[in-house]
């Protein structure tokens, strides 16, 4: 098969860990017979800086016209003194809203040779865990009416956060479908009881749970889901939530499993394409420095072969080097904790999972 990859690789350590990817897939494409075809298009400060804007026009075509697409990261000290309209990471709202991209799935999984980098008690981490998240992606407070007025006491700011029963009714499908192909069951995040959006949300939820008999679907306010993923993480299965919600609760999630430098992301639409990236940010202290991580980079290219192409077995080889790698003790140095082991670089880890390919 012939696939076209349109390659956004942004900002700090972003082109490091997107060519990481690349080679993984170009070894896959050599193993079972496919071709993988790479476009570079710019996104974020580095577009900024060439074109003027964070999501050049050509960006979004290209991206529209590819077969899919991978993303590094966006933003940096840099541009942090421009208007929030105008800064990297607005691009990354426009490029999903541009490509209809509802659903952003991102597992949490505490793969067991990390047990002793994760933070939790090791009577937590013995129990395990496997955490797919699934966060509505183009609604709530994130696309919501915003601005600045004068109020009682002085300037101020808001943020509107507001959902339509059509974009709850399809994030909630999305996860229970998920969930049918899992543990069946479904924790449904919301603040029901402040907020009239997630009374919404919570109505919904429960009447699409109405069409999938087998699954179990429960609620749990949102500040009770923080405190529970890191008292017993391995109550949760599949978790569906806002945007906001999601964003926050994702990255809490990827801390227990022992660094954010493992944690992959797919977000999806209606149809095939889709946009894969580490949940991780541009981490610009250490760009240019062969020093990040990759593995999220590298497991966000499988879910790509998973989710997008139905190359089940080709992304079960990539998860699968990635696990033997890190039981046989590589660790580049945000896993190495205490461990004592010695950090790989950048492109010495990728060829670890070259070889176990």
Not at 69 to 76: F, T
Not at 106 to 124: G, Q, V
Not at 255 to 275: C, E, F, P, V
Not at 289 to 311: D, E, G, H, V
Request: some cysteine; aromatic content about 6%; hydrophobic content about 40%.
């Amino acid at each position: 098969m012939n696939y076209n990859i349109a390659l956004l690789k942004g900002d700090g350590i972003g082109p490091e860990i997107v060519a990481s990817a690349v080679k993984v897939l170009d070894k896959i494409g050599e193993k079972y017979g496919h071709t993988f075809n790479f476009t570079d298009y710019l996104i974020g400060g580095i577009a900024i800086d060439t074109k003027g804007e964070g999501l050049p026009k050509e960006t979004v075509e290209g991206c529209l016209a590819a077969d899919s697409v991978i993303l590094g990261a966006v933003g940096g000290p840099k541009w942090d003194t421009l208007p929030g309209d105008k800064r990297p990471e607005k691009a990354l709202l426009g490029i999903r809203s541009a490509l209809g991209l509802f659903t952003n799935l991102r597992p949490a999984k505490l793969y067991p040779a990390l047990k002793d980098a994760s933070p939790l008690r090791t009577d937590i981490v013995e129990k395990g865990f496997d955490i797919m998240m699934v966060r509505e992606l183009t609604g709530g407070i994130y696309f919501g009416e915003r601005g600045r007025r004068q109020g009682k006491y002085g300037e101020e700011a808001y943020d509107t956060e507001a959902y339509s029963v059509m974009e709850i009714e399809r994030i909630a499908r999305v996860a229970f479908e998920t969930a049918m192909k899992r543990s069946k069951r479904v924790i449904s995040v919301d603040k029901a009881n402040v907020l009239e959006s997630s009374r919404l949300w919570r109505e919904t939820v429960h009447r699409i749970a109405k069409d999938y008999p087998e699954v179990e679907c429960t609620d749990m306010l949102v500040d009770n889901t923080a405190m529970q993923i890191v008292r017993n993480p391995a109550q949760f299965d599949v978790v569906v939530t806002s945007n906001m919600f999601g964003d926050i609760l994702s990255d809490e999630a990827s801390q227990i499993t022992g660094s954010i430098g493992m944690l992959a992301s797919a977000s999806l639409g209606d149809n095939t394409r889709g946009l894969y990236e580490p949940i991780h940010g541009s981490a610009p202290d250490i760009a240019g420095q062969n020093k990040a991580n990759p593995i999220a980079t590298i497991l966000s290219a499988a879910m790509m072969l998973r989710y997008s192409f139905s190359l089940t077995e080709e992304a079960d080889c990539i998860e699968e080097a990635v696990n033997k790698v890190l039981e046989k003790g590589y660790r580049t140095a945000d896993l190495c904790g205490d461990s004592g082991a010695t950090p790989l670089s950048c492109t010495e880890i990728t060829e670890r999972i070259l070889e176990e390919i």
